[in-house]
C-alpha cells in the first residue's frame, strides 16, 4: 500500500470488451478496492482484465453517498481506491462524481485512465457539428421539469447529446420533434462497439416513425443538430417555438417575448406570426 492514498477514476467499456486499455488493467491490478456499480459487472470486468478479483466497494445511485466515508477512510489509510462503473466513464451519468469532489477537497490525488463514453462516441459518429455540444443526460422522465428543459433545449445553439432508455426512445424524440421542430437533423445511434451497432441520420420526424415501426432495443444515445443562428431562424421554427410555449400556458406577449430573445430575432417578427396562428 503506498503512503499517500489515490483515488483513480477508470474508464471501462461501453460494450467490447477489447475497447478495455492496458492502463485500465494495470489500474485494477494495482488498487487495493475498487468501487463498482455492481460486483458480477466487476467480476466480469476483472476476468476480461486477466486480474484476479481485488476487494470491492459498491457505491450505485443509492448508496454513493453513504460510501464516500467509507472511500475517505481507505485513502487516509494510504490505499489506492479504483473508481469504476458498470460502463464507459464512472460520473456520466453514473455515480462518481460524489466520491471525486469529497477525495479532491481532502486534498488526496486523483487520476484518471480515460476510456470510452457513450455521449463522446455518439457525437463523434453523428455527423453534427463537434465544435460545442452539450451533454444532457437523461431528459427528466416527465412533468414540469420535463418541459422546461425541452422548451430551453428549443434555442440551443450547440449540438445536443441526450442518453434514453429503449422503451422511452420514441415518446422522447417525439416530444424532440414538438419542441425543436419536426425538420431538425437527429442521430439515432444504437449500441455502440456493439454486434448491432448502428447509427441512423435524418430529420425528426422521420426518425419518430422510424422508432414507431421498429421497436427500439439495445442503448441509445439521441445526438440533436443545434438551433439555427438567429438570423437563419425560419419562420417555421418560429411558430413550433410560439406554439409550444402557448401550449405550455404562457400569454402570447410573454411567449413572443422569449422566442424573440432565445432566437435573437425582432419581436414583431414573432408578433406577426403568432397573430396568424
Ligand atoms: N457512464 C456511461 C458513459 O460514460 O457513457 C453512461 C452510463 S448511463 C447509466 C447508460 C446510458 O448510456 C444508456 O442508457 C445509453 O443511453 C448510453 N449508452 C451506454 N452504452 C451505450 C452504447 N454502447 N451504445 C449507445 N448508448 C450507450
Given at each position: 500500500?503506498?503512503s499517500?492514498g489515490?483515488l ?5 467499456p ?8 492496458p492502463?485500465?488493467?494495470?489500474a485494477l ?5 475498487v468501487?463498482?456499480?455492481d460486483?458480477r459487472?466487476?467480476l ?5 482484465a486477466?486480474?484476479?478479483?481485488r476487494p470491492?466497494?459498491?457505491?450505485n445511485?443509492?448508496?454513493e453517498?453513504g460510501?464516500?466515508?467509507k472511500?475517505?477512510?481507505r ?24 466520491l471525486?469532489?469529497a477525495?479532491a477537497?481532502e486534498g ?5 485512465v ?12 453523428s455527423?453534427m457539428?463537434t465544435g460545442r455540444?452539450v451533454f444532457?443526460?437523461?431528459?427528466p422522465?416527465?412533468g414540469s421539469?420535463?418541459?422546461?428543459r ?8 450547440r449540438t ?6 429503449p422503451?422511452?426512445?420514441?415518446r422522447?424524440?417525439?416530444d424532440?420533434?414538438?419542441?425543436l ?11 455502440l462497439?456493439?454486434?448491432?451497432e448502428e447509427?441512423?441520420?435524418g430529420?425528426?420526424?422521420?426518425a419518430?416513425?422510424r422508432?414507431?415501426?421498429?421497436e427500439p432495443?439495445g442503448?441509445y444515445v439521441?445526438?440533436?443538430d443545434?438551433a439555427?443562428?438567429p ?12 406554439h ?5 400556458g404562457l400569454s402570447t ?6 422566442v424573440?430573445s ?11 406570426l403568432?397573430?396568424?396562428q
Amino acid at each position: 500500500m503506498s503512503s499517500a492514498g489515490v483515488l483513480v477514476v477508470v474508464g471501462t467499456p461501453i460494450g467490447n470488451l477489447d475497447d478495455l486499455t492496458p492502463r485500465a488493467v494495470e489500474a485494477l491490478a494495482g488498487a487495493d478496492l475498487v468501487v463498482c456499480e455492481d460486483t458480477r459487472r466487476a467480476l466480469k470486468l476483472f476476468s476480461a482484465a486477466g486480474v484476479p478479483p481485488r476487494p470491492m466497494l459498491v457505491a450505485n445511485d443509492h448508496t454513493e453517498a453513504g460510501q464516500v466515508t467509507k472511500v475517505l477512510e481507505r485513502l487516509r489509510a494510504g490505499a489506492t481506491v479504483a473508481l469504476t462503473s458498470d460502463a464507459g466513464l464512472p460520473g456520466i451519468s453514473d455515480p462518481g462524481e460524489r466520491l471525486v469532489r469529497a477525495a479532491a477537497s481532502e486534498g488526496f490525488e486523483v487520476r484518471v485512465v480515460p476510456g470510452p463514453s457513450a455521449a463522446l462516441a455518439a457525437l463523434v459518429v453523428s455527423g453534427m457539428a463537434t465544435g460545442r455540444f452539450v451533454f444532457e443526460g437523461f431528459l427528466p422522465r416527465r412533468g414540469s421539469g420535463r418541459d422546461e428543459r425541452l422548451t430551453a433545449l428549443a434555442g440551443e445553439r450547440r449540438t445536443i447529446v441526450l442518453y434514453e432508455a429503449p422503451h422511452r426512445v420514441s415518446r422522447t424524440l417525439s416530444d424532440l420533434a414538438s419542441a425543436l421542430g419536426p425538420r431538425r437533423r437527429v442521430a439515432v445511434c444504437r449500441e455502440l462497439t456493439k454486434l448491432h451497432e448502428e447509427t441512423w441520420r435524418g430529420a425528426l420526424e422521420d426518425a419518430v416513425r422510424r422508432s414507431e415501426e421498429v421497436e427500439p432495443r439495445g442503448e441509445y444515445v439521441i445526438v440533436v443538430d443545434g438551433a439555427p443562428a438567429p438570423a437563419d431562424a425560419t419562420d417555421d421554427e418560429l411558430s413550433v417555438a410560439l406554439h409550444r410555449l402557448r401550449a405550455d400556458g404562457l400569454s402570447t406577449r410573454d411567449a413572443v417575448a422569449e422566442v424573440a430573445s432565445v432566437y435573437g430575432v425582432p419581436r414583431r417578427r414573432v408578433y406577426d406570426l403568432a397573430t396568424r396562428q
